[in-house]
C-alpha cells in the first residue's frame, strides 16, 4: 500500500486479556518502530527493528511486551495479561533508513495507530 | 537522555494571525529535529525537519530554524488558517541513525474564523 497500516483501529480488551497489534510497514522500508502514545501526551518508543533484527527493546515497559518481525515486513507487537494502564494508542512507523553514514534520511512515516482500551 | 520541551497549550488563534509554538531540546551530538502535525482523526505527519544546525526547515507556510546555540527549534507561520487546528508534536532523533524519536508532550493549536 501507499502507506503504513495498521489493524486493528480500535480494541477493547478486559484486564488479563492478551491482544496482538499488526503493523504493515511501507514496501521496502528498512527500519519500523513502535510508539506509546498516552492521552494527551507525546509518543514515547517502545521499540526498533532493522529489518527482521529487533535493535533496540529499551522501551517496552514490561516483560509483558513483546514484538516481532520474523520476515522483515510486517510486525506484530503483543501485549500479554493487559492492565488498565496498558490503554494508550500503539504507533508504527516506517522508515527507508537503516544505521549508516550520516547521509541516510531518517524520515520516519507513521500508521493511523491502535487505541488499545483495557477495561 | 534526550529530552524535547514543548510550549504547552492549548493554544486559540483567530484567523490571519502569527502563531509560535516554542521548543527546545537537550541531546549529545548533532541530533536532527522535527515538526510533526496529527491533525482531527489522522496518523502523524511530518511537517518539517532540519538536520544541522541553523538550518531552516519549511512546509505549507509553517518555518522552523534548528538554533545549537539556545537548542531550539520553534515553530512559526506568518497567517494561520482554521485548517491549521490541529496538535504539532516537536520530536528529535539521535545523530547519525535512524533511531528512535524523542517527542515533546504536543501542542494543541485551535484556529477561530
Known amino acids: 500500500g501507499a502507506g503504513v497500516s495498521q489493524s486493528p483501529r480500535y480494541k477493547v480488551a478486559k484486564r488479563g486479556q492478551d491482544v496482538a497489534l499488526r503493523c504493515d510497514p511501507i514496501s521496502g522500508h528498512v527500519s519500523l518502530f513502535w510508539y506509546q502514545q498516552a492521552l494527551g501526551q507525546g509518543p514515547e518508543f517502545l521499540t526498533y527493528f532493522q529489518n527482521e533484527a529487533q535493535l533496540d527493546k529499551s522501551g517496552l515497559p514490561s516483560d509483558r511486551f513483546f514484538a516481532e518481525r520474523p520476515e522483515g515486513s510486517v510486525s506484530t507487537l503483543k501485549i500479554q495479561r493487559t492492565q488498565q494502564e496498558d490503554s494508550a494508542v500503539y504507533l508504527c512507523?516506517?522508515?527507508?533508513?537503516?544505521?549508516?553514514?550520516?547521509?541516510?534520511?531518517?524520515?520516519?512515516?507513521f500508521g493511523p495507530g491502535t487505541r488499545l482500551t483495557v477495561l | 537522555g534526550n529530552s524535547v520541551t514543548q510550549m504547552e497549550g492549548p493554544v486559540t488563534l483567530s484567523e490571519e494571525a502569527f502563531l509560535t509554538i516554542n521548543c527546545t531540546y537537550t541531546a549529545t551530538g548533532y541530533p536532527s529535529l522535527f515538526w510533526y502535525v496529527q491533525y482531527p482523526g489522522e496518523g502523524l505527519q511530518l511537517l518539517l525537519k532540519a538536520t544541522k544546525a541553523d538550518d531552516k526547515g519549511s512546509n505549507k507556510g509553517f518555518e522552523a530554524t534548528y538554533r545549537k546555540e539556545t537548542t531550539s527549534f520553534h515553530l512559526e507561520k506568518g497567517s494561520v488558517q482554521v485548517s491549521d487546528s490541529a496538535v504539532y508534536f516537536c520530536a528529535l532523533s539521535a545523530s547519525g541513525s535512524a533511531r528512535q524519536l524523542t517527542f515533546g508532550s504536543g501542542t494543541q493549536l485551535t484556529v477561530l474564523p
Open positions: 512507523a516506517s522508515s527507508l533508513a537503516g544505521t549508516g553514514p550520516r547521509g541516510y534520511t531518517n524520515e520516519q512515516f
